[in-house]
C-alpha cells in the first residue's frame, strides 16, 4: 500500500456541548481520491476545515508527509482547497488568478505565467487566459478554481462539494474531468459531498460519517454490498431491508426467518457473532431481487403482489407488498425490457435471491 500522506489520529471538536467531532482515525494514501460523505451535521464538513487549518481540533494529531501539522496555519500545510462558490477575483484575468498562488510565493513572473499556461492545458482552457471570471460559465469557473489550486503542486487538495452548484449534465461531465486530473497529477484528493453517486463514482475510497463519527471506511463497493451498520445500509444506494429472526449460523451463510418462511443471507461485515434467535434486518439491493411467475422446486421464492410498475429509463421498478415487509413497498430493478413492461398491478409473483446477495445486520 502506498504510503500514508495523511494521518489522523484522535482528532476531534466540540463546539460548547455539541460534538461537531468526535475522535477519529483515519490514514490517507498518498495519490488516493477520498470522500468525506454523510448526511448534513455529520462531521464531513468540520474534519475538511481541520484538515485545512481553518478550526482548530480540541484534541488528537494530525500529520501530513509525516510533519505534524496540528496547529500550523493553514498557507503552512502544502494544501490546496477548491470551494463550492469558485472564489475567484472578478477584477483579475484567468491567468492572473492561476498565478496568483505562485506570486504569494514570490515565483518569477515569467516562471509563474509558463506555470498558469500549463495548469491552463491540464484543465483543457489554454485558450482562455486572457478573459475574466464574469466571462466564463460556472463549469469553466470550476475548471479554473481546480487550475488554481493545482498550479504550486500541492501535496493534498481538498474540495469542498465543488460542483453542488452545477447542474446535473455539467457536474457528471465535471466528475469525470476531475478523475481524469487526478489521474494524471497522482495528487492525494479529499472530497467532500452528500451525493451518494458522486462518491461511489469518483472515489479509491469512502469515508461515511454520521453524527461526527465515522460509520464505515472502505471502497464503495465495500460499503455498497458489505455494510457494516443499518444507517450504511439505509444511506448509501436503495435497498431493501427486512425484517427476520436469525434461524440457523453456518460457516458461510446464515438462515433467517421471515413472516413466508426461512431464507438465506450472509452476516454484516462488521465482525460481530450472530446467535440463533437474534432480530436482525435483512438487506437486499432492488437489482439482486429475481422474479418468476411461479415458484420452482429449486428457488421456491416468497409471494408478492405488485402495487406499482414505473419506468425511469433505463431500469424499470416495480413495487411490491408482501406480509413479511410490512407496510413498506419491495423495490424490484430490472433492465428496461419488454419483458419487464410486461408487469401489471396486482400479478403475484415469487420473489427470491441468491445468499451472496442478502445481508443480515445486527438492529
Known sequence: MPSSNLKISGLSKRYGDFVALAPIDLDVAQGEFLTL??????????????????????????????????????????????????????????EENIAFPLKMRNIAPEQARKQAQEALELVRLPHLGKRFPK???????????LARCMVYRPSIILMDEPLGALDKKLRDHMQL????????????????????????????????????RIEQLGTPGDLYFNPRTLFVADFLGESNLFEATISSVGADTIGVMLDQGRVPAKTAADGRPLTVGQKVRVM??????????????????????????????????????????????????????????????GDTLSLHWQPADAVAIAE
Open 37 to 94: 460523505l454523510g448526511p448534513s451535521g455529520s462531521g464531513k464538513t468540520t474534519l475538511l476545515s481541520l484538515i485545512a487549518g481553518l478550526a482548530q481540533p480540541d484534541q488528537g494529531q494530525m500529520l501530513i508527509n509525516g510533519a505534524d501539522v496540528t496547529y500550523v496555519a493553514p498557507y503552512e500545510r502544502d494544501i490546496g482547497v477548491v470551494f463550492q462558490n469558485y472564489a475567484l477575483f472578478p477584477h483579475m484575468t484567468v
Open 135 to 145: 466571462e466564463l460559465s460556472g463549469g469553466q469557473q470550476q475548471r479554473i478554481a
Open 177 to 212: 474531468e476531475i478523475k481524469r486530473i487526478h489521474r494524471e497529477l497522482g495528487t492525494t484528493i479529499v472530497y467532500v459531498t452528500h451525493d451518494q453517486e458522486e462518491a461511489m463514482t469518483m472515489s479509491d475510497r469512502i469515508c461515511l460519517m454520521n453524527g461526527g
Open 284 to 345: 437486499v439491493r432492488p437489482q439482486n431481487l429475481h422474479l418468476s411467475r411461479t415458484p420452482s422446486v429449486d428457488m421456491p421464492g416468497l409471494s408478492a403482489t405488485v402495487v406499482d410498475v414505473m419506468i425511469t429509463g433505463s431500469l424499470t421498478k416495480l413495487y411490491l407488498s408482501a406480509p413479511f415487509a410490512g407496510d413498506t413497498p419491495i423495490t424490484v430493478a430490472l433492465p428496461t425490457s419488454r419483458q419487464a413492461d410486461s408487469y401489471r398491478v
